[in-house]
């Protein structure tokens, strides 16, 4: 609901300092202009994003994203030690973090989904998150991103000459990110305004 104010109020603002300074035709002009290079991008996006989607789909299906989750799980019990190690709740959170390294996005929702309505069977307060529930939240948002395919993909649709430059970069700045959260979540979970009862 506050981004539609936020967008109202930017389009509402553009378009009375047009109307200001004398200035509508541009404006007319620009939202024209810039409707067709929505459709263009949009467009152009659908040939690379079946590509990578498709090819994060065999990385599903051949058993990868599997893969990683397991191999991420000794990390998991370290982060979730509320968790019991054999809990559902665990490899739904395992295969959503492997999901969201490979970039598969839409696909990574639903294991989301799970993760955290398994989780939600652990908590004792069901109007309360609980730590394991916000750590995952931290984590899920700021995902560790190894293949960032919906940023290439537009950055391909745009015209980039090298789309594949924004991998290293994208790494960094997710994984500083989660740092970022992890470290966050459990600094403020052991404060007493936060903590569990």
């Known amino acids: 609901m506050a981004m539609n104010f936020i967008f109202f109020f930017l389009i509402f603002s553009g378009i009375l300092a047009g109307a200001l300074t004398g200035k509508m035709d541009a404006v007319t002009q620009a939202v024209f202009d810039y409707a067709k290079t929505a459709v263009d991008i949009s467009l152009g996006l659908i040939g690379v994003m079946s590509f990578w989607l498709g090819l994060m789909k065999i990385a599903e299906e051949s058993g990868l994203v599997y893969k990683i989750s397991k191999a991420i799980k000794p990390i998991m019990a370290r982060l979730f030690p509320d968790v019991p190690s054999g809990h559902p709740a665990m490899g739904a959170m395992a295969l959503n973090i ?38 995952f939240l931290a984590i899920n948002t700021s ?6 395919t919906t940023t290439m993909s537009l950055m391909k649709a745009t015209g980039s000459q090298n789309p ?23 600094i403020l979970e052991k404060l007493p305004a936060f903590r569990s009862k």
Do not use: H, R, W
């Open 98 to 135: 492997a999901a969201n390294m490979l970039g598969l996005g839409n696909a990574s929702t639903p294991l989301g989904l799970k993760a955290m309505k398994e989780l939600q069977s652990l908590n004792p307060k069901k109007d309360t998150a609980t730590n394991a529930m916000c750590t």
């Open 164 to 186: 594949t430059a924004i991998i290293g970069p994208t790494l960094i700045a997710t994984f500083c990110s989660t740092m970022a959260g992890i470290i966050a979540v459990k």
């Open 143 to 148: 995902s560790i991103t190894l293949l960032p």
